[in-house]
């Protein structure tokens, strides 16, 4: 048992210097990616279930890394959170699809991943209007997305952050609806223009009886309550029947495409792949 113990470290000992190996150069090299231009955004397409019709785009963040290669915001958004380095990192995200959305028709909106560090930061209204104005974005075409974690905070500065935000035009989604605490709480408490229904419960509603009726109660709660409903990480074609039955609003997820490059959606814009 003793060496079978010592053989199952050894397997491992490699391993486990790696992840922190790559974790070191992540927390060290975050701060030159934003100088050195190694950001990227891709964007998932979205699709309403009434239409088949595009609607927006989703803009999520990439790190090219000069030597890990491409890493994912899972792996670095927590870094930069730490560091505050979201904070200009978030700057460019707003202003960079901002500038991209001006190539698409005008009614194809685009949202932003917002960390809950950049909506605590009462800078936050600003960088939008400045990024608006500096692209020449109608507000009505950029989305905001905010998780349930920002909203831990004192609620008056909540309202008044939304209120601040909704007042430039803009709308507010909260993102991974159903995952966090105190959800329905919160919908009545605050004035979001969307849901979007986390992905967790999407890919088990064909197999589980409990996720199918969470998500046709978050349906129809936002219905009732005029809120846009968008359902994430659609797969199958199961999946998107049952949503469509519960009426849900917007369709997102690999079933559809996967994030790209601006320059892959434009090909495809292009050729009239989201006709
Ligand atoms: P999110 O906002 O919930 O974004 C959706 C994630 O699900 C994306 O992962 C997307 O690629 C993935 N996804 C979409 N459809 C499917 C599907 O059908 N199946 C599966 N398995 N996955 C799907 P990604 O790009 O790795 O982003 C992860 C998270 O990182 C995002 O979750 C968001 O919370 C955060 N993030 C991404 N970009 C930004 C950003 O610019 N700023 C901030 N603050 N956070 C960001
Ligand atoms: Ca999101
Ligand atoms: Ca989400
Ligand atoms: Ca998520």
Not at 121 to 127: F, H, K, N, Q
Not at 184 to 196: A, V
């Given at each position: 048992a003793k060496a079978e113990g010592r053989s199952t470290w050894r397997f491992f000992a490699p391993e486990m210097?790696?992840?922190?190996?790559?974790?070191?150069?992540?927390?060290?090299?975050?701060?030159?990616?934003?100088?050195?231009?190694?950001?990227?955004?891709?964007?998932?397409?979205?699709?309403?279930?009434?239409?088949?019709?595009?609607?927006?785009?989703?803009?999520?963040?990439?790190?090219?890394?000069?030597?890990?290669?491409?890493?994912?915001?899972?792996?670095?958004?927590?870094?930069?959170?730490?560091?505050?380095?979201?904070?200009?990192?978030?700057?460019?995200?707003?202003?960079?699809?901002?500038?991209?959305?001006?190539?698409?028709?005008?009614?194809?909106?685009?949202?932003?991943?917002?960390?809950?560090?950049?909506?605590?930061?009462?800078?936050?209204?600003?960088?939008?209007?400045?990024?608006?104005?500096?692209?020449?974005?109608?507000?009505?075409?950029?989305?905001?997305?905010?998780?349930?974690?920002?909203?831990?905070?004192?609620?008056?500065?909540?309202?008044?952050?939304?209120?601040?935000?909704?007042?430039?035009?803009?709308?507010?989604?909260?993102?991974?609806?159903?995952?966090?605490?105190?959800?329905?709480?919160?919908?009545?408490?605050?004035?979001?223009?969307?849901?979007?229904?986390?992905?967790?419960?999407?890919?088990?509603?064909?197999?589980?009886?409990?996720?199918?009726?969470?998500?046709?109660?978050?349906?129809?709660?936002?219905?009732?309550?005029?809120?846009?409903?968008?359902?994430?990480?659609?797969?199958?074609?199961?999946?998107?029947?049952?949503?469509?039955?519960?009426?849900?609003?917007?369709?997102?997820?690999?079933?559809?495409?996967?994030?790209?490059?601006?320059?892959?959606?434009?090909?495809?814009?292009?050729?009239?792949?989201?006709?």
């Amino acid at each position: 048992a003793k060496a079978e113990g010592r053989s199952t470290w050894r397997f491992f000992a490699p391993e486990m210097e790696e992840v922190v190996r790559v974790r070191t150069a992540i927390a060290s090299d975050i701060r030159n990616a934003l100088d050195r231009q190694e950001l990227e955004l891709v964007y998932q397409p979205i699709f309403s279930f009434a239409t088949g019709r595009l609607r927006q785009f989703e803009a999520l963040m990439r790190w090219r890394h000069p030597t890990l290669g491409y890493v994912t915001p899972d792996r670095f958004i927590p870094v930069a959170e730490e560091t505050r380095l979201i904070l200009p990192m978030g700057e460019w995200v707003i202003g960079e699809a901002c500038r991209t959305a001006m190539n698409w028709p005008e009614d194809v909106r685009i949202a932003v991943n917002l960390s809950p560090v950049q909506f605590r930061s009462l800078a936050l209204p600003r960088v939008i209007e400045e990024a608006l104005a500096r692209s020449g974005l109608a507000p009505q075409r950029l989305e905001l997305e905010v998780t349930e974690s920002a909203l831990l905070q004192d609620g008056d500065d909540v309202r008044a952050m939304l209120r601040e935000l909704r007042a430039l035009g803009v709308t507010v989604a909260l993102d991974d609806f159903g995952t966090g605490y105190a959800s329905l709480g919160y919908l009545q408490q605050f004035p979001f223009d969307k849901i979007k229904i986390d992905r967790s419960f999407v890919s088990q509603i064909v197999t589980r009886a409990d996720s199918l009726a969470i998500v046709e109660s978050i349906l129809h709660l936002g219905a009732k309550l005029g809120m846009v409903t968008t359902a994430e990480g659609i797969e199958t074609q199961e999946q998107l029947e049952i949503l469509r039955g519960f009426g849900c609003d917007l369709a997102q997820g690999y079933l559809f495409d996967r994030p790209q490059s601006f320059a892959t959606i434009q090909r495809k814009m292009a050729e009239g792949v989201y006709d």
